[in-house]
């Protein structure tokens, strides 16, 4: 496979002005005939160069230029283009494929799943469809008829209006929908299948009413509220926040079963993977719940960050990823609660963004070279580059950053755009500079800023000096200074925040402020400052950055109880443990019974005892940073003892606090049983506190403790207090209870695929001994699948992500199974082969013997035989 190099980028030769489509579906093969309305691009020379449209797999059946019939003499096939030579500026180009989606394992393209069809575009899948410009600067209007049997496929869908229909003899009927909008080909999408719709309306800002359906298997009709309150809360905030109205009189959204990501917008028909979308309490986890309101969020907002303004190649996939991921979270943090969707959002990009910065896949927002675009789906693009974004909106302030994506919207409708173009706006409207910050978008690597400081008391001056370096990473070394807003305050020794005024400055803030750190080394001094200060540094976590500050323990007791800003309280929180967890780490390798800092089980004790804390806080700072994130904070980690030592720290303070955690975990137990199941913040906190306060409870091993557990299980009326408990009894020692539970939950809800998903998810996660056995018989599973992404996810995902001592199993076990699984799913379905085997791309990050066992793992993949461009591009990247 070859590179595509961002410097290398043209505009296209020619344009598509319309698309006309028509499938043909049946049971073995589809034919698509396509009708293109061509054009040589009017901003370049008025030359005819050959045209090279993009396919792949498909069979060429009929293929004609202005109604003439086109021999073979006239064109070139390859395995991936069709090339012709034009005669006019301007010509009609129409084609017959003929394709099978039944064979479809890799879901992209046309494909089958559960019966239905359906399609996956984004980005390169336009191309197993029919012979196209598969590029998103390639805008069209479609125009798409589909034919099917009518008793199997009695539901045709595709993008815009519905404007015609009409039956058959033959027991087929079709249907047309017209799309006014251009869009790249990455947008389409058709549906067929025997699916059941759930209604609503929605009254948009200028008073249209758009009618919202969404389009179902009949067994999952009761699933849909939660989606459907999602898209309406997505509707109304993106209008009021963004003032960005819906454009279409019909909003869609299917629901599939087999489906590589989590979803997908395709202009006014957004296809869901089910688990993304499906939920009713008894079967989805509050998780879920959460998860579903901000996917479904996310894919509506991309109608305008996505679809009405596009990217203009795929290096520039943050422009749309990015800014609609910032959006999503502004989204979640004003549905629920905005500290607690920051804490999760700061978890999740540290413990897996910055892993893959830190890894050989590194690549900047804005990359420069990819071999295959779907490996870089990636959480630099999504995570880091919502970062970006956010980073923007700090330094602009809420006012400046609306009219700055107004501006954007604005100027860019129906066109497909760069990164640069959104900068651009921002700066129009802001008046500054931003060519520095830009190198966010250039530069891959997070930054890193070591933070000293000092006090005189003589001169009331107190002096931050910030040094920022960024690590060399694949292909590029000696980073430029980045543009970083550090947010800070200075407490005093009540905890209060000091007023802050610079050496140059007339007078002072109150509260926080942002410093710009623009050079490599900068020195900020404040005056007046009446006494010693705590400084409480990159507040909300104001940049995706690595602070090295040398917080006593003490100072971080009083930062994680007196702390202003929320977050901070719980980075003091998660840092005071990170150093305990570490000190264990080192105590390991010579005792059973390593010493322990009681500090840590002191200021728990305090906080449970603080009545009127947010349980939503309370849980996030009882929860100790991840055996992932632990990983992440050494130069070559021992993951075994990582793991022990977490679990030897959870212990001791799982019997520290029994009595405290006992007495609340049955005051909320009570709570629950007393209030029926409502999705929403306040009840999501005291369930994740309760679940929290019950897996500690269990590291015990009381008796009355696993009958509560057993109780939980039982009696509970949703998924979160159930699975909780069932998660409990598969990493404890009752293993007859465990089992007995797991049955009755299978036999529960056996028809149930999505909950038969965290089932099997649950056992591979399991971290008691034994772990590849048990996952060796989860595959054999009648309900396992290796076709299906969510059985691979739930079981081969979960115990390489997360069944950490069995994973990392010092034979090598646990990597070799990953690699059998790898090399079995490429032939498949290579997105999903790329992606399982990211673990193993991480081998830098572990001890020698680690690193060995799993390079011996890769090299066996790459010499496994053929392998797919996806695979072969994380391959090459990762062996030395
Ligand atoms: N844009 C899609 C992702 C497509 C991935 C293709 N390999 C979903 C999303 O980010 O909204
Ligand atoms: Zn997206």
């Given at each position: 496979?070859?590179?595509?190099?961002?410097?290398?980028?043209?505009?296209?030769?020619?344009?598509?002005?319309?698309?006309?489509?028509?499938?043909?579906?049946?049971?073995?093969?589809?034919?698509?005939?396509?009708?293109?309305?061509?054009?040589?691009?009017?901003?370049?020379?008025?030359?005819?160069?050959?045209?090279?449209?993009?396919g792949?797999?498909?069979?060429?059946?009929d293929?004609?230029?202005?109604?003439?019939?086109?021999?073979?003499?006239?064109?070139?096939?390859?395995?991936?283009?069709?090339?012709?030579?034009?005669?006019?500026?301007?010509?009609?180009?129409?084609?017959?494929?003929?394709?099978?989606?039944?064979?479809?394992?890799?879901?992209?393209?046309?494909?089958?799943?559960?019966?239905?069809?359906?399609?996956?575009?984004?980005?390169?899948?336009?191309?197993?469809?029919?012979?196209?410009?598969?590029?998103?600067?390639?805008?069209?209007?479609?125009?798409?008829?589909?034919?099917?049997?009518?008793?199997?496929?009695?539901?045709?869908?595709?993008?815009?209006?519905?404007?015609?229909?009409?039956?058959?003899?033959?027991?087929?009927?079709?249907?047309?929908?017209?799309?006014?909008?251009?869009?790249?080909a990455?947008?389409?999408?058709?549906?067929a299948?025997?699916?059941?719709?759930?209604?609503d309306?929605?009254?948009?800002?200028?008073?249209?009413?758009?009618?919202?359906?969404?389009?179902?298997?009949?067994?999952?009709?009761?699933?849909?509220?939660?989606?459907?309150?999602?898209?309406?809360?997505?509707?109304?905030?993106?209008?009021?926040?963004?003032?960005?109205?819906?454009?279409?009189?019909?909003?869609?959204?299917?629901?599939?079963?087999?489906?590589?990501?989590?979803?997908?917008?395709?202009?006014?028909?957004?296809?869901?993977?089910?688990?993304?979308?499906?939920?009713?309490?008894?079967?989805?986890?509050?998780?879920?719940?959460?998860?579903?309101?901000?996917?479904?969020?996310?894919?509506?907002?991309?109608?305008?960050?996505?679809?009405?303004?596009?990217?203009?190649?795929?290096?520039?996939?943050?422009?749309?990823?990015g800014?609609?991921?910032?959006?999503?979270s502004?989204?979640?943090?004003?549905?629920?609660?905005?500290?607690?969707?920051?804490?999760?959002?700061?978890?999740?990009?540290?413990?897996?963004?910055?892993?893959?910065?830190?890894?050989?896949?590194?690549?900047?927002?804005?990359?420069?070279?990819?071999m295959?675009?779907?490996?870089?789906?990636?959480?630099?693009?999504y995570?880091?580059?919502?970062?970006?974004?956010?980073?923007?909106?700090?330094?602009?302030?809420?006012?400046?950053?609306?009219?700055?994506?107004?501006l954007?919207?604005?100027?860019?409708?129906?066109?497909?755009?760069?990164?640069?173009?959104?900068?651009?706006?921002?700066?129009?409207?802001?008046?500054?500079?931003?060519?520095?910050?830009?190198?966010?978008?250039?530069?891959a690597?997070?930054?890193?800023?070591?933070?000293?400081d000092?006090y005189?008391a003589?001169?009331?001056?107190?002096?931050?000096?910030?040094?920022?370096?960024?690590?060399?990473?694949?292909?590029?070394?000696?980073?430029q200074?980045?543009?970083?807003?550090?947010?800070?305050?200075l407490?005093?020794?009540?905890?209060?925040?000091?007023?802050?005024?610079?050496?140059?400055?007339?007078?002072?803030?109150?509260?926080?402020?942002?410093?710009?750190?623009?050079?490599?080394?900068?020195?900020?001094?404040?005056?007046?400052?009446?006494?010693?200060?705590?400084?409480?540094?990159?507040?909300?976590?104001?940049?995706?950055?690595?602070?090295?500050?040398?917080?006593s323990?003490d100072?971080?007791?009083?930062?994680?109880?007196?702390?202003?800003?929320?977050?901070?309280?719980?980075?003091?929180?998660?840092?005071?443990?990170?150093?305990?967890i570490?000190?264990?780490?080192?105590q390991?390798?010579?005792?059973?019974?390593?010493?322990?800092d009681?500090?840590?089980?002191?200021?728990?004790?305090?906080?449970?005892?603080?009545?009127?804390?947010?349980?939503?806080?309370?849980?996030e700072?009882?929860?100790?940073?991840?055996?992932?994130?632990?990983?992440?904070?050494?130069?070559?980690?021992?993951?075994?003892?990582?793991?022990?030592?977490?679990?030897y720290?959870?212990?001791?303070?799982?019997?520290?606090?029994k009595?405290?955690?006992?007495?609340?975990?049955?005051?909320?137990?009570?709570?629950?049983?007393?209030?029926?199941?409502?999705a929403?913040?306040?009840?999501?906190?005291?369930?994740?506190?309760?679940?929290?306060?019950?897996?500690?409870?269990?590291?015990?091993?009381?008796?009355?403790?696993?009958?509560?557990?057993?109780?939980?299980?039982?009696v509970?009326d949703?998924?979160?207090?159930?699975?909780?408990?069932?998660?409990?009894?598969?990493?404890?020692?009752?293993?007859?209870?465990?089992?007995?539970?797991l049955?009755?939950?299978?036999?529960?809800?056996?028809?149930?695929?999505?909950?038969?998903?965290?089932?099997?998810?649950?056992?591979?996660?399991?971290?008691?001994?034994?772990?590849?056995?048990?996952?060796?018989?989860?595959?054999?599973?009648?309900?396992?699948?290796?076709?299906?992404?969510?059985?691979?996810?739930?079981?081969?995902?979960?115990?390489?992500?997360q069944?950490?001592?069995?994973?990392?199993?010092?034979?090598?076990?646990?990597?070799?199974?990953?690699?059998?699984?790898?090399?079995?799913?490429?032939?498949?379905?290579?997105q999903?082969?790329?992606?399982?085997?990211?673990?193993?791309?991480?081998?830098?990050?572990?001890?020698l013997?680690?690193?060995?066992?799993?390079?011996?793992?890769?090299?066996?993949?790459?010499?496994?035989?053929?392998?797919?461009?996806?695979?072969?591009?994380?391959?090459?990247?990762?062996?030395?």
């Amino acid at each position: 496979p070859k590179m595509i190099v961002l410097s290398e980028y043209r505009l296209p030769d020619y344009l598509i002005e319309e698309t006309h489509l028509t499938f043909e579906l049946h049971e073995s093969y589809a034919l698509v005939h396509a009708r293109l309305v061509m054009q040589r691009n009017p901003g370049l020379d008025d030359t005819l160069p050959p045209l090279r449209l993009d396919g792949q797999q498909l069979e060429l059946v009929d293929l004609a230029l202005d109604g003439q019939q086109l021999s073979a003499v006239e064109y070139t096939l390859t395995a991936n283009s069709l090339e012709l030579q034009p005669q006019r500026a301007a010509f009609e180009l129409t084609s017959t494929v003929r394709i099978e989606p039944q064979n479809n394992t890799a879901l992209e393209g046309l494909y089958k799943s559960s019966g239905m069809f359906c399609t996956q575009c984004e980005a390169e899948g336009f191309r197993k469809i029919t012979y196209y410009l598969d590029r998103p600067d390639v805008m069209s209007r479609f125009t798409t008829t589909i034919h099917a049997e009518k008793h199997s496929y009695p539901v045709l869908l595709s993008n815009g209006n519905p404007v015609a229909s009409g039956e058959e003899e033959n027991g087929r009927h079709w249907v047309t929908w017209e799309d006014p909008f251009k869009k790249p080909a990455y947008l389409f999408a058709i549906v067929a299948g025997d699916l059941w719709c759930v209604e609503d309306t929605f009254t948009t800002m200028s008073g249209r009413e758009v009618a919202l359906r969404m389009y179902v298997e009949p067994e999952n009709l009761d699933k849909c509220q939660h989606g459907m309150d999602s898209l309406k809360k997505s509707m109304r905030w993106d209008e009021e926040k963004y003032g960005r109205e819906y454009d279409l009189d019909i909003f869609m959204i299917v629901a599939v079963n087999d489906f590589n990501m989590g979803a997908m917008e395709n202009k006014g028909l957004n296809i869901f993977n089910s688990s993304c979308v499906l939920a009713k309490a008894e079967t989805a986890t509050d998780a879920a719940h959460q998860r579903i309101e901000s996917i479904v969020a996310h894919e509506y907002f991309h109608n305008w960050s996505g679809n009405r303004v596009t990217c203009r190649d795929w290096f520039q996939l943050s422009l749309k990823e990015g800014f609609t991921v910032f959006r999503d979270s502004q989204f979640s943090a004003d549905m629920n609660s905005a500290v607690v969707k920051r804490i999760e959002d700061v978890a999740y990009l540290r413990t897996h963004q910055f892993a893959e910065d830190a890894g050989p896949m590194a690549h900047p927002v804005r990359p420069e070279a990819y071999m295959e675009i779907s490996n870089f789906y990636t959480l630099t693009i999504y995570e880091k580059g919502a970062e970006v974004v956010r980073m923007l909106h700090t330094l602009l302030g809420e006012e400046l950053f609306r009219k700055g994506s107004d501006l954007y919207f604005e100027r860019h409708d129906g066109q497909a755009v760069t990164c640069d173009d959104f900068i651009a706006a921002l700066e129009t409207v802001s008046g500054s500079d931003l060519t520095q910050f830009k190198r966010w978008y250039s530069q891959a690597g997070t930054p890193r800023l070591a933070i000293t400081d000092s006090y005189d008391a003589a001169s009331q001056t107190y002096q931050l000096t910030v040094k920022q370096s960024c690590p060399d990473t694949p292909g590029q070394s000696n980073k430029q200074p980045f543009v970083i807003p550090l947010s800070m305050a200075l407490l005093n020794a009540q905890g209060a925040a000091m007023p802050l005024q610079l050496a140059n400055e007339s007078a002072a803030l109150t509260g926080e402020r942002v410093l710009a750190v623009t050079e490599a080394e900068q020195t900020f001094t404040f005056i007046h400052v009446a006494e010693q200060p705590l400084p409480s540094l990159l507040r909300g976590f104001s940049a995706p950055v690595i602070m090295d500050y040398d917080y006593s323990r003490d100072a971080l007791v009083f930062l994680l109880q007196h702390d202003t800003d929320g977050f901070n309280r719980w980075e003091a929180g998660q840092q005071l443990a990170l150093q305990v967890i570490e000190e264990v780490v080192a105590q390991i390798y010579e005792t059973d019974e390593p010493m322990l800092d009681t500090r840590l089980a002191e200021v728990f004790t305090a906080l449970l005892a603080q009545d009127d804390l947010d349980p939503a806080m309370l849980a996030e700072f009882l929860a100790l940073p991840s055996t992932g994130y632990i990983i992440e904070q050494y130069e070559h980690a021992d993951p075994l003892a990582i793991h022990l030592a977490r679990e030897y720290v959870s212990n001791q303070l799982a019997f520290a606090l029994k009595a405290p955690m006992l007495e609340r975990y049955q005051a909320l137990r009570k709570v629950s049983l007393e209030t029926a199941y409502v999705a929403q913040a306040e009840d999501f906190a005291r369930r994740r506190l309760q679940n929290m306060l019950l897996a500690y409870l269990m590291r015990t091993e009381d008796l009355e403790v696993m009958d509560a557990c057993l109780d939980q299980f039982g009696v509970a009326d949703n998924m979160t207090e159930r699975l909780a408990a069932l998660a409990c009894l598969v990493n404890s020692p009752f293993v007859d209870e465990a089992q007995k539970a797991l049955e009755s939950f299978a036999e529960r809800f056996a028809d149930d695929p999505l909950v038969m998903d965290q089932w099997f998810s649950v056992q591979a996660a399991s971290l008691l001994p034994g772990g590849l056995e048990r996952v060796q018989h989860l595959l054999h599973h009648p309900d396992f699948s290796i076709k299906n992404p969510n059985k691979v996810r739930a079981v081969v995902g979960a115990f390489s992500t997360q069944s950490t001592p069995n994973f990392h199993a010092l034979d090598g076990s646990g990597y070799a199974f990953l690699a059998d699984k790898v090399i079995e799913l490429d032939r498949l379905n290579p997105q999903m082969a790329a992606r399982m085997l990211s673990p193993l791309t991480r081998w830098q990050r572990f001890d020698l013997h680690q690193q060995e066992l799993m390079q011996a793992q890769l090299k066996r993949i790459k010499n496994s035989g053929e392998l797919s461009a996806d695979l072969f591009e994380v391959l090459d990247k990762s062996l030395p």
